[in-house]
């Protein structure tokens, strides 16, 4: 259906299936109300000051069957959202686990061989995927409109979500819960792999992300995890302040003021220990608020922000 997202798992077409039921079923309901509601209007209107209002005392038959029917179509509806719910819910004992961590504003994957991403998810195809997921700090919540799947993350309790992705492809993920400034930034894509591609993404290093990037310069692999690592939620390349963080542009090289009255120079291991453990100097102004990236990015994607960092002057 044009007006939907994709169908790209296995509940995709249940999720359209009762949402376009219910439609129907509202519309033709709206439709024939409002038709004998005008219908009546006219046909018995007051034609004459001495036309007298009939005496209605009720109609067992007629009360009997706007009563039963809307109560059988409110239970289809019902056990169409109980069964596909149960299905939804229900873990499949061979699903393959990954373990989602949301925090303010990015999305981090850890898969069963120790496998860690960014922002970007990857999954095989026709396989019963369960994402095991936690906050870190805020209410978020993970959705992938392409899946019809959709649920918050807490902060002191695992949620879940099943699914098994049906349709090779990229699709967008998107955090459905406003949960701060880089609310709208706080997204991603799912990558539904075939069987063999995915053995062989599951089988590279992560060193291979930056490779695959090997013919762009350092500096525009680092562009490229800008957005993808999530730093675009807090920190402007244009030179703005009055983000959550410091801005980028002429940051390189830059005196810094600390907030323990201390300064130094933002140098190339400023910015690294900034990136992998950003409480260790934190800025005057500024709140002690950012993610550590120690383990999440590796060395030569650390390497290519600084790189990027330093070409924004
Ligand atoms: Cu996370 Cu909105």
Redesign the pocket.
Known sequence: MEWLPPVASTFADKVDFVLILVTVISVASCVLIAFLLIYFVIKYRRRSDNDPTPAITGDSFLETLWTVIPTILCIVIFLYGYIYYDEYTTVDKNAYEINVK?Q??MWTFNYPNGKTTLNELYVPINKPIRLVMQSQDVL??FFIPAFRVKQDLLGNRYTFINFTATKEGIYKIY?T???GAG?SD?GGKVHVLSAEKYASWEAGSDEDVVKASADLPLDEVGKGLYQSAGCVACHSIDGSEGGVGPTWKGLFGKNREFDDSSSGTADENYLRESIEIPSAKIVKGYMPVMPAYKGVLNDSQITALIEYIKSLK
């Open positions: 949301a303010k504003w978020h919540s955090c819960e406003y949960c609310h706080m």
